[in-house]
């Protein structure tokens, strides 16, 4: 299968502080998900990016599908920004998951 | 619309019992997929369902298997429990299960074997 690779897999940031999370992935994709997971086990949709920028408030994310990574930007970051990010990709109907960065904001 | 529901939330078990979860996706979905996480092997793939057809399947074993009725609803069962299938179990809905499909997870059902 599809190989996903995250970094860095731990972040530790003060309030405020900006970052960019990276996601590899081995074969070309049609589609990539990043997910924010709160500390419940939930996976929350950040953004459906399969090539280009998108921005949502203090995030935004960058696919360049032909060089085989996506790029997360956190901006301003809060506590609430805590928790695992993760990127996934499809093979056929099925989602390949990155192993994740676990980010902590500290006030 | 309301979003993924997973049932029951958290659930214990001891070694040698069967367990069964439930899953309901979004209104007007009909694919739902199943993955196991874990510590150590994070995220991992179970199976998808499409119109009540299993249309692929994990690499786990056979304990594990599932089903979806009619109005898109799906459960998975895990027949005797071993202490390694403690784990959190998400449930994800996507209208037609295809690669350009946004997938939406559920909360999760949180399983210990004891």
């Known amino acids: 299968g599809i190989q996903v690779e995250q970094s860095p897999p731990d972040l530790i940031l003060q309030e405020g502080a900006n970052s960019t999370l990276r996601c590899n992935f081995s074969d070309s994709v049609n589609n990539l998900q990043w997910f924010h997971q709160n500390p419940w086990g939930q996976l929350i949709n950040l953004f459906y990016?399969?090539?280009g920028t998108k921005q949502n408030g203090r995030l935004s994310a960058t696919t360049v599908a032909t060089e085989r990574y996506s790029l997360l930007y956190i901006s301003s970051s809060q506590t609430t920004d805590s928790g695992v990010y993760f990127c996934?990709?499809?093979?056929?109907?099925?989602?390949?998951f990155g192993t994740g960065t676990s980010l902590t904001v500290i006030p | 619309k309301a979003g993924v529901t997973q049932t029951p939330r958290y659930l214990i078990k001891t070694r040698g019992q069967q367990v069964t979860l439930s899953c309901s996706p979004i209104s007007g979905h009909r694919s739902v997929s199943w993955y196991q996480q874990t510590p150590g092997q994070g995220l991992q793939f179970l199976f998808e369902y499409f119109s009540e057809t299993q249309r692929n399947k994990g690499n786990f074993p056979g304990r594990f298997s599932g089903r979806q009725f009619s109005n898109s609803r799906s459960e998975m069962n895990v027949s005797t429990l071993e202490l390694g299938d403690s784990a959190l179990y998400l449930c994800?809905?996507?209208?037609?299960?295809?690669?350009?499909?946004?997938?939406?997870f559920g909360p999760g059902t949180r399983l210990t074997v004891l």
């Open positions: 990016i399969p090539s």
């Open positions: 996934a990709v499809p093979t056929g109907n099925q989602f390949y």
């Open positions: 994800a809905s996507s209208f037609s299960g295809g690669a350009g499909d946004t997938q939406y």
